[in-house]
């Protein structure tokens, strides 16, 4: 802390203000000053636990109130909502700053949590704001008032000291009231004293017996009675602390006539539901019937593709292995160093591209039967992307193809690592591939809301998109009427895209003739 600061802001001695400080840092809120031109004074040690990204308190010192706001988003502690539109977070933020502004501020984070901001002006005409994490005080508003939202009956909270906090109007109706707003505020035992001799309630025992038996209820780990009004209703009545030290109660109705009347609509409800039922299945069994028919017409199509497809691909490779190594044999001895080496290479990739093309079928083997295993880590998709782009680099510099990457940082994905890996190499392989020379491929990622948003986009003369849903499909280079946008067999994009919905992510792809081609992944962003 520099010393003088806060010395100029509290007036203090040297070592009253030394005394001060170390005061400070022993808080569970954060403290910061600020002065008239919102430039940061001191901040105690607690801010740095709220925000772990942001440099030492130290080095803040001086920095205005915007750029600490900046540092924040861009340490990815804002959550995305809220740094979804920057100038406006900045502009809320800084309002506080103002005179006769003295609501406090709730800030979400990245991590879940809620910090209330509160800020004053200090007599030197600075600013002093505390920074308090109250998410579990939001998270008991939020449950509490959804509670009261969804209840049919009567609902009630009651606090520590056994004051009404929260009900709804049909608790309020109970005491002769129109809206919660009139007793929330008053103690169980004035309300209950009111109900003992209230007309609505039809007493069998009397008033004071009543009101000890309703007090003991209260009081219990799990308390429960019945009362009965004069109009013929009934309700049971549930008295339960809270975590907090207060106590909810709930009134439920339990008259026959309700009874009847819930049976009679949970009846007309499964009737409906089950006349649903048998409609969706009657369209389920024609929709089936349909699909039977067009796989019957198609399957000596498929067939058909999958043996040229097959046959291409895996003799390709064979007759190079076989080729060359008869080769080798027949010229044994006779064959330079350099000759043997040319030959063992192309020995060696028509190898390297069978095992590849096995590899693919196996891994569209198990997808398609659903017992592909992914073995999820958190994963930087940026450096994953970094990695990928190292891999194919030296194909791409070969045909002069530059290979860009733009990615944000902090980019955390709940992934499989390899598959990850997979998905952005197969795009990256065929951007490079169908690049022409001299081209670009582009390689970035950002987040978008929930999801972190990998692109792959080229340069390259694309396809037409009415193309796009037949080139996901496996072996479809065979014939395609377009340009072709995939490699080997034709498994890279179905391989991308499968893996993709492994992870309940999607795949989409953008292109035009003579506009590029651009594949999107979007994978949900880790919630850790």
């Known amino acids: 802390m520099k010393l003088v600061h806060s010395q100029v802001l509290t007036g203090a001695e040297p070592d009253e203000t030394a005394a001060l400080a170390d005061a400070l840092h022993c808080l569970r809120v954060a403290v910061t000053l600020f002065d008239s031109a ?10 740095n636990y709220l925000f772990p990204s942001l440099p030492d308190r130290t080095e803040l010192t001086g920095l205005s109130y915007e750029q600490l706001i900046r540092l924040e988003v861009a340490g990815g502690e804002i959550a995305a909502r809220e740094a979804y539109d920057l100038p406006a977070l900045i502009a809320r933020r800084r309002a506080q700053f103002r005179d006769g502004e003295y609501r406090p501020l709730d800030v979400a984070l990245a991590d879940g949590r809620i ?20 998410t579990e005080a939001r998270h008991a508003k939020s449950r509490l008032e959804d509670a009261v939202g969804l209840t049919a009956e009567a609902f009630a909270f009651y606090d520590k000291q056994d004051r009404l906090a929260v009900c709804n109007d049909g608790y309020a109706a109970f005491f002769g009231f129109t809206t919660a707003d009139e007793i929330v505020g008053r103690t169980f035992a004035d309300l209950m004293h009111g109900a003992k001799t209230s007309p609505r309630i039809a007493h069998t025992d009397p008033p004071d017996e009543w009101l000890a038996r309703r007090m003991d209820v209260h009081s219990m780990p799990a308390g429960t009675m019945t009362i009965e009004l004069t109009s013929g209703a009934a309700y049971l009545i549930r008295d339960r602390p809270t975590a907090e030290g207060g106590r909810v109660v709930v009134f439920t109705d339990v008259t026959d006539r309700r009874r009847v009347e819930l049976a009679f609509e949970e009846q007309t409800r499964a009737l409906a539901e089950t006349r649903n039922e048998a409609e969706r299945q009657a369209s389920y069994l024609a929709d089936l019937t349909r699909r039977f028919d067009e796989a019957e017409a198609s399957a000596d199509t498929t067939k058909t593709t999958l043996m ?28 330079s160093e350099e000759q043997v080496q040319e030959y063992a290479s192309l020995i060696h990739g028509g190898g390297r591209n069978l095992l590849r093309l096995i590899n693919q079928i196996l891994d569209l083997t198990k997808l398609s039967a659903g017992r592909y295993d992914l073995y999820r880590a958190r994963i930087d998709a940026g450096g994953t992307l970094a990695s990928v782009r190292t891999d194919h680099k030296a194909r791409a510099d ?53 999801h972190v948003c990998v692109c792959i986009a080229d340069n390259g003369p694309g396809v037409a998109p009415e193309e796009i849903a037949r080139i996901l499909k496996p072996f479809e280079q065979g014939g395609r009427r377009i340009v072709d946008h995939a490699t080997g067999a034709g498994l890279g994009l179905t391989l991308a895209s499968a893996l993709t919905e ?8 953008e292109s035009a003739p003579g506009e590029g081609f651009q594949v999107t992944v979007a994978l949900p962003a880790s919630t850790f």
């Open 502 to 509: 492994a992870h309940r992510g999607t795949l989409s792809i």
């Open 308 to 335: 040229r497809s097959m046959s291409h691909e895996l003799k390709t490779p064979l007759n190079a292995i076989i080729g060359f190594s008869d080769l080798m044999l027949a010229m044994k001895g006779r064959l």
């Open 398 to 450: 070969a045909r002069d193809i530059s290979l860009d990457i733009d990615a944000m940082p902090g980019l955390i994905i709940d992934a499989d690592e390899n598959a990850f890996a997979s998905i952005l190499s197969h795009l990256v392989e065929n951007a490079v591939t169908y690049t022409q020379e001299g081209g670009a491929v582009t390689l970035s990622a950002r987040r978008e809301g929930d």
């Open 38 to 47: 919102e430039r940061l004074v001191f901040a105690n040690q607690h801010f």
């Open 115 to 134: 910090v209330e901001i509160k800020a004053r002006r200090t007599r030197t005409g600075g600013w002093i704001a505390l920074w308090t994490d109250v």
